[in-house]
């Protein structure tokens, strides 16, 4: 099937950030054509005259499942809030983190995310769900030390069967996720990054979130949590590190060395007032890829990418006294094209060019609070004054999931009608 989009502004995030006017045209799931009108026949056309076409969002690090139990831990010290969350997650079912996945990925769509990165526990069922809503998971099965994790067996080999059971699941991508260095050993540590490079698959970590983690890994191993995890040969090409707050700079020049990714997420620190920012000039400099998380519904309650690109922007330059820093287009190629290569799919995601799958966002260029809208401040527009209000059309893999505001792939009432049940089913457990 040949779709077109016709007449639009297409922000490509091709390597010379070229933004046309034209039409985008997708054969299958993949694009065929970027720019030039498209003369011949196709099976459908969509008129996004005015409007803006862009890539799909990629979300580095969240906990999709989570969204069923927004507001349930707010404005609590970190200590409370961590006892209350774990309390509560331990006691989940298949059925809420089923309906917490479709809701999260309602959420997602709406507001212009194609694919995001998970970790959490049961991405069994979160995958079965995340499928049906259309969009792409990069679903990464929780691992910790044995003793101290509430799953049933051991989690590394949860994970292993996981990958093996996911692997051909269209628009799923199995990883490993690490719980973080606070509840994982060494041996849990080099036994998830020998599955990662094994399957050649991302592993995703909390890293050095908060100064007492730092400062509790210090005592216990002689050693900051980055430097350790070099020194045991866990830091790679395929490693997301989430939050990244408290770093020294020869951290960030171990992280660099290994090639590997972080995740910002300054509206869960900033909520959690766990202090702390990522230093995200740094991590430039020296080469880190920087990408961009919304982290999970209790930590943030929100997972709209297109605000948290603003946000993290905002943090830098206000925290730095710089208005310089994390530029408008800079902080689009984190949660694009720097994202694509986070999860190692380059050469599929992250830019409106042709070959790559076609993962589209269509924004109303008609809405008055990006207007007026011109080559030289669409992008600053997208970064810092559009909303999901503007999200139109979302496109996934070739899949329409979003048509003119109205989900193609699931029933919203049904899911969102269950939804208040389920929080006090949570509240009362």
Known sequence: MITAVKDA???????????????????????????????????VEIDASGDIVMPGLINTHTHVAMSVMKGIADDMAFPDFLEKVFRTDSERTDRDIDIG????????IRSG?????????????????TAEAGIRGVLCWCVLDEELTTQKGNPLKNCKRFCESSRDMRKIIPGVGLQGVYVCGEETCRGAKELSDEKDIPLTFHLSETRGEVNDHKKKTGRRPAEWLS????????????????????????????????????????????GGVAPIPEFQKYGVNVTVGTDGSTTNNSLDMISEMKILGLLQKSSRWDPTVTKAQELLDFATVNAA??????????????????????????????????????ISNVVYS???ANVKTVICQGDTVLE??????????????????????????
Request: net charge negative; with cysteine.
């Open 386 to 388: 559009s909303s999901p």
């Open 341 to 378: 290569r986070a999860v190692g799919m380059q050469d599929s995601l992250g830019s409106v060019e042709v070959g790559k799958y076609a993962d589209l966002v269509i924004l109303d260029g008609k809405s008055p609070n990006i207007r007026p809208l011109l080559p030289e401040n669409i």
């Open 231 to 274: 020194d045991i040969g866990v830091l790679g090409k395929n490693s997301i590190a989430a939050h990244s707050a408290w770093l020294t700079m020869n951290e960030v020049r171990l992280m660099a060395d290994a090639g590997m990714s972080v995740s910002s997420c300054p509206v869960s620190n900033m909520k959690l007032a766990t």
């Open 113 to 129: 995310t194609t694919t995001f990165v998970d970790l959490y526990y049961s991405e069994d069922v979160i995958a079965k769900a």
């Open 404 to 429: 003119e505001g109205r989900m193609r792939t699931m029933d919203e009432e049904d899911i969102l009608s269950v939804s208040e049940d389920l929080w006090r089913s949570l509240c009362q457990r």
């Open 9 to 43: 502004w297409i922000i490509t995030q091709d390597p010379r950030r070229r933004i046309i006017r034209g039409d985008v045209v997708i054969e299958g799931e993949r694009i065929i054509s970027v720019g030039e009108g498209y003369k011949g026949s196709a099976d």
């Open 101 to 108: 996945t479709k809701i999260g990925c309602a959420e997602m």
